[in-house]
């Protein structure tokens, strides 16, 4: 099994690049490297003998676009450098690779860049320490207002690396080269939208020298829990594989309950039940068939139904109702110290966590599932939390304070751990926003708790499987369809 793709920030990235070097090889080489793949790209996306404009910024990442445009020169493209400053000003590595460079130097002001068949962006990379202005900033708009096809080295210049923020302006490009590992500017929004695909090059950084300056951020993908995903022997009974219960709302909001159920039971939880208040069993039993329904009356009804120590995994929150109602079912569901999922009413219903609950996320695996708008106002009282710009810093700032798992919802979904690891995903589609879509997620990840999934594992998974599952459906698709489409996505992953 291939190890969890790591996602390395600048500064990690600088690290290894600072470890690489100290064992003995050349920062030089690492760029020839870095280069050379750049112009492996470039030829494939350009045919024999095209014009091609290389941007050059003061630093390494312009070091990187002369080594390309050198290397692509060789190869008989009609190649030009457009600096961004003046080439007798750039230091060290980049300085050297400059000097390699004897072709045609054209200033920004006289640069034809819409002749040009392919536009290489090697102006700034994961050094890019201020908001763009002046120079940069014109040139930066030049090539935009050009509309040719842009290559972006390592990232699009104007991106912040390790927000995906865009500092001022930023180049859009149609593919990009990395090297070594991603940076999180490639997979946050908006940076994703900028990258194209994105391609990772090998220059001879070891996976050891990552993996010891990682942040423990990853990819989310199958390599990250696939050796957690249950996979029943011939022995195993329905027992075996958990009890999933999920509180319905009031008899007109029955139905977010019944979509986190059934995707709870097709995730595979052996039995998921509803408790449904009084007046609302006849619309659930109306639509029920392999889910089971009990009556429950408000907290204390809960509070019964959790004497039963088989219920091992709860989901609150979908349609519940913005009440104390809903704030105390929440605090007996954590006192009883069983797997719990709080997403949307069980959110909301708090304006802000209070220390006593937050302690008690401790105790029991907790997964929250908010929105940008729930999360705002679920910590409206903790500006550290809110404050940073990075999705990610936020998500593990959240998990940390409230030990909890925190999955914070978006077409670049970020997952963390109050230990630190944090995952951001990215296999969704625009087509999940949709009513109800949440409800299904809570559900998935409710179900995989009740068969024994660690928190941070099952909300990675459940997040995966349900965006591969709204993917792979595409337009048209409304929440009801998604449980009938886990079965396709896991017979694959447990192949
Ligand atoms: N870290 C690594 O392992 C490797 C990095 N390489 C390249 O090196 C790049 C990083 O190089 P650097 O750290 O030199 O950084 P950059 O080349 O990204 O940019 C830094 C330069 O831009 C200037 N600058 C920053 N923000 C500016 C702004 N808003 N307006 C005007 N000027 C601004 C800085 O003063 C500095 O001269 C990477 O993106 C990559 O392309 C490669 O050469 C291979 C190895
Ligand atoms: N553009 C998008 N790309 C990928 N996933 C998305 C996008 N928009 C929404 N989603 C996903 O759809 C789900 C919507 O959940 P939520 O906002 O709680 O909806 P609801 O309250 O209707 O159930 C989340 O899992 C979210 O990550
Ligand atoms: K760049």
């Given at each position: 099994m291939a190890p969890p793709e790591l996602i390395l920030t600048p500064h990690e990235m600088a690290r290894a690049d600072t470890a690489t070097i100290a064992s003995g090889t050349p920062g030089l080489d690492l760029m020839r490297r870095a280069g050379r793949a750049v112009a492996d790209a470039a030829r494939r996306m350009t045919a024999p003998g095209g014009r091609i404009l290389v941007a050059a910024g003061p630093g390494n990442n312009g070091g990187d676009g002369?080594?390309?445009?050198?290397?692509?020169?060789?190869?008989?493209?009609?190649?030009?450098?457009v600096p961004l400053g003046r080439i007798d000003r750039m230091r060290g590595d980049a300085a050297e690779a400059a000097s390699g460079w004897h072709g045609e130097v054209v200033p920004a002001e006289e640069a034809r860049f819409h002749e040009a068949d392919l536009v290489i962006d090697a102006l700034f990379g994961t050094g890019l320490a201020r908001d763009l202005d002046g120079a940069a900033r014109s040139l930066v708009e030049q090539i935009d207002a050009a509309g040719r096809p842009v290559l972006a080295v390592d990232l699009p210049s104007g991106l912040d690396g390790e927000t995906g923020d865009v500092r001022g302006v930023v180049i859009k490009a149609v593919r990009t080269v990395t090297f070594a590992a991603r940076k999180p500017c490639h997979l946050l929004m908006p940076g994703r939208a900028y990258c194209g695909p994105v391609e990772?090059?090998?220059?001879?950084?070891?996976?050891?020298?990552?993996?010891?300056?990682s942040g423990q951020l990853f990819v989310n993908s199958p390599d990250l829990w696939r050796a957690h995903l249950p996979k029943p022997?011939?022995?195993?009974?329905?027992y075996d594989r958990g009890h999933t219960l999920v509180a319905s709302g009031g008899a007109t909001r029955t139905g977010a309950a019944r979509l986190a159920?059934?995707?709870?039971?097709?995730?595979?939880?052996?039995?998921?039940?509803?408790?449904?208040p009084p007046e609302a069993l006849g619309v659930n039993a109306a639509h029920l068939t392999a889910v089971m329904l009990r009556?429950?009356?408000?907290?204390?009804?809960?509070?019964?139904?959790?004497?039963?120590?088989?219920?091992n995994a709860l989901v609150l929150g979908p349609a519940l109702g913005i009440h104390a109602n809903t704030r105390a079912m929440v605090a007996v569901a954590v006192q009883a110290q069983r797997s719990l999922v709080l997403d949307a009413d069980a959110l909301t219903s708090f304006e802000d966590l209070s220390s006593e609950l937050h302690q008690a996320f401790r105790q029991a695996p907790t997964v929250l599932t908010p929105h940008e708008g729930e999360f705002k106002r679920l910590f409206s009282g903790h500006p550290d939390l809110l404050d940073p710009p990075s999705k990610v810093e936020r998500t593990r700032r959240a998990?940390?304070?409230t030990g909890a798992v925190l999955l914070l919802k978006g077409s670049d979904t970020v997952i963390a751990a109050p230990d630190g690891r944090a995952a951001i995903n990215e296999n969704g589609t625009p087509y999940l926003g949709t009513a109800g879509s949440g409800d299904t997620l809570?559900?998935?990840?409710?179900?995989?708790?009740?068969?024994?999934?660690?928190?941070?594992?099952?909300?990675?998974?459940?997040?995966?499987?349900?965006?591969?599952?709204?993917?792979?459906?595409?337009?048209?698709?409304?929440s009801e369809d998604l449980a009938g489409l886990l079965p396709g996505v896991l017979r694959d992953l447990l192949r």
């Open positions: 002369f080594v390309a445009a050198t290397a692509l020169a060789a190869d008989g493209f009609d190649v030009a450098v990772v090059a090998d220059i001879g950084i070891l996976p050891e020298t990552l993996s010891a300056v022997d011939l022995a195993s009974h329905k159920a059934v995707a709870a039971l097709r995730i595979g939880s052996g039995l998921v039940t509803i408790a449904s009556g429950c009356d408000g907290p204390e009804g809960l509070y019964h139904i959790l004497k039963d120590p088989r219920f998990a940390a304070y809570c559900g998935i990840i409710a179900g995989l708790m009740a068969q024994g999934l660690p928190a941070f594992e099952a909300a990675c998974a459940g997040t995966w499987i349900h965006a591969e599952a709204g993917a792979g459906f595409g337009p048209g698709l409304i």
